[in-house]
């Protein structure tokens, strides 16, 4: 029996996705690439979660993808199911946080750039490698690299399949932060996002993004007014007390 699976743990607002496969550095195996959107489906129907971080097991956030089959793989290209997770989770309704050690390469990278933030500690190593392998990166995943880094760094990145450290990751925009104890950090800052109103986060997650047009926006407006989310604010704010933000992302259509 394989040990390679995606554990969830939740606990209070917060659910953490860890990425476990010890034979092969955290390595993604296709059982894993279909595991996770149905993880993630969950996830976002849960009223009770309101972040989510995804982590690798044992000091490595995750050191690529199982290949598998080669025909597989070239036959699928841009609908691989790589590609498939990775794009379901760059959708997740609700703010996704990477917590990045050791090794995050290819599939690992995939999944990080994919997430909205990336805290990594200073042993990370960052590395995009198909121009190794004689792979076409998938368009998707590249165009979000690019808009994460910008063309020049992208290209970097691609061209070469070289490693970058921590530092330099964070020089470029890969990774917001860099810091002794990543899981700290991105507790403290999930922390943060739960006590927030979980309407404004998705909106602003949305237009971000680029994934709200004029009538979505209007939608968020008429939504900010009548579900009663600023009133709370407000109030809460005068009273100076924290606030009890009721709104799920679920809610909306």
């Known amino acids: 029996m394989s040990d390679a699976e995606l554990?969830?743990?939740v606990t209070g607002a917060v659910a953490t996705v860890t990425i476990r496969n010890p034979a092969r550095r955290n390595a993604m195996t296709p059982d894993m690439w279909r595991?996770?959107?149905?993880?993630?489906?969950?996830?976002?129907?849960?009223?009770?979660?309101?972040?989510?971080?995804?982590?690798?097991?044992d000091g490595t956030f995750c050191a690529g993808a199982d290949l598998g089959d080669l025909d597989e793989l070239l036959d699928a290209g841009d609908q691989s199911i790589a590609v498939v997770a990775?794009?379901?989770?760059?959708?997740?309704?609700?703010p996704t946080v990477a917590a990045v050690q050791g090794p995050c390469?290819?599939?690992?990278?995939?999944?990080?750039?994919?997430?909205?933030?990336?805290?990594a500690a200073p042993d990370a190593r960052f590395g995009v490698p198909p121009a190794r392998l004689g792979l076409v990166y998938p368009a998707p995943t590249t165009r979000r690299l690019t808009r994460l880094v910008g063309p020049a760094t992208a290209k970097f990145l691609l061209f070469t399949a070289e490693l970058i450290d921590a530092e330099?990751?964070?020089?470029?925009?890969?990774?917001?932060?860099?810091?002794d104890d990543p899981a700290a950090r991105v507790d403290?800052?999930?922390?943060?996002i739960a006590q927030r109103s979980p309407l404004s986060?998705?909106?602003?997650?949305?237009?971000?993004?680029?994934?709200?047009?004029p009538a979505r926006i209007a939608w968020w407006h008429r939504k900010v007014r009548d579900s009663g989310e600023a009133r709370e604010?407000?109030?809460?704010?005068?009273e100076r007390r924290l606030p009890n933000f009721a709104w799920s992302p679920s809610d909306r259509p």
């Open 233 to 238: 604010g407000v109030a809460a704010h005068r």
């Open 168 to 179: 330099r990751a964070l020089r470029v925009g890969l990774v917001d932060e860099v810091v």
């Open 105 to 119: 390469v290819g599939g690992g990278c995939q999944l990080a750039v994919a997430c909205d933030l990336r805290v």
């Open 35 to 57: 595991r996770l959107p149905v993880l993630l489906d969950g996830l976002e129907a849960d009223p009770g979660v309101r972040a989510l971080v995804l982590t690798g097991a």
């Open 201 to 213: 986060v998705a909106a602003a997650k949305e237009i971000v993004d680029d994934r709200a047009g």
């Open 86 to 94: 990775e794009e379901r989770l760059a959708a997740f309704a609700k």
């Open 188 to 192: 403290a800052i999930t922390t943060a």
């Open 7 to 9: 554990t969830v743990e």
